[in-house]
């Protein structure tokens, strides 16, 4: 025989997490069952409701999302009467109408990159237009000690560093660059495989446009990391997917920087992720056989890139 549902007034009561995509939503339906003091049928019956009719709750208004029954309560209430809870959770974590990025963290470390450089930059003061007057980097400078009883003084390198013979050998140094990380829950819907395809092509590219107030060349975008999850009851969960970027300031007239000098060679231009090197000549400083710069030559080694392909505006 069988037993009677009635739906009581503790039913109906919903969770529903509309943007965050770190908490399930959750629903539930309340009754009173009648007509049995054996709990074996009662839950045989409960079974039997959240597998059929009462398996779902439709979300209004997003076809795609639906909150599945994953668990039930039952208490005895005395005589032939019991308490039953469905529990509903959200079944996937996504409206697939939803293509927007729906949650962002982010992260950044100044802590700045290296370079080789074999010849000094004679920049003068760094002085950026956030920075109060004064402040900044000491102008580049060079100190020469010789040994006692040489005559004369220690002879010019014009910028040359670690020169030892017919070799410049130079030095790594620290330079400005910034390092961030933006993380991003978006929906499944969002990252296809021809997304995933264009945010690998524009790994190793610097930014054509400006991109979050830095100018066009001075942002290297550094790659992108996602994970999601996935099962076959609750279905497609968000991605969360982490950009990596560095920045380094351009050089020049039209740059963050001042123009970059090097010996003699003056108003060099140089766009942040360029690589500048410089090729010497034999010369003569006060009877001595030196390493004088002759010439400087910045390569492009990243191509542009259109950073709005990767969706998280600029």
Not at 4 to 29: F, H, M, P, Q
Not at 43 to 54: D, K, M, S, V
Not at 207 to 220: D, H, I, M, S, Y
């Amino acid at each position: 025989m069988a037993l009677t549902w009635i739906e009581d007034n503790a039913s109906r009561s919903a969770t529903i997490v509309r943007l965050g995509r770190k908490a399930a939503s959750s629903y539930s339906k309340s009754y009173k069952v009648f007509g049995t003091t054996d709990d074996t049928v009662v839950h045989a019956e409960a079974n039997g409701y959240i597998t059929g009719t009462l398996a779902y709750w439709q979300y209004p208004g997003q076809p795609n999302v639906q909150l599945r029954a994953e668990s039930y309560s039952v208490s005895y209430l005395g005589d032939d009467a019991w308490q039953v809870t469905i529990s509903y959770e959200k079944q996937g974590a996504d409206d697939d109408d939803q293509r927007d990025p729906l949650k962002r963290s982010r992260s950044f470390d100044t802590s700045g990159g290296t370079q080789h450089i074999t010849s000094a930059m004679q920049v003068g003061t760094r002085q950026l237009d956030f920075a109060s007057e004064g402040e900044g980097t000491a102008p580049v400078f060079e100190r020469r000690y010789k040994a006692p009883g040489v005559q004369g003084d220690a002879p010019d390198q014009f910028g040359a560093i670690g020169v030892d013979g017919d070799s410049v050998s130079g030095v790594d140094i620290a330079v400005p660059a910034l390092q961030w990380t933006e993380t991003y829950d978006v929906p499944h819907a969002y990252v296809t495989a021809k997304y995933i395809k264009t945010v690998a092509f524009l790994t190793g590219s610097t930014n054509k446009a400006a991109f979050r107030t830095f100018k066009a060349g001075e942002v290297l975008f550094m790659g992108c990391s996602g994970s999601q999850e996935w099962d076959d009851q609750r279905g497609s969960g968000p991605w969360s997917l982490s950009f990596k970027f560095v920045a380094s300031p351009n050089a020049g007239s039209t740059g963050t920087v001042p123009a970059i000098k090097i010996g003699d060679i003056e108003n060099i231009r140089k766009d942040g992720h360029e690589y500048l090197w410089v090729r010497y000549e034999d010369s003569v400083s006060q009877n001595n056989l030196i390493k004088k710069p002759k010439y400087v030559y910045i390569d492009k080694v990243y191509p542009e890139g259109n950073f709005l392909l990767l969706g998280i505006g600029t």
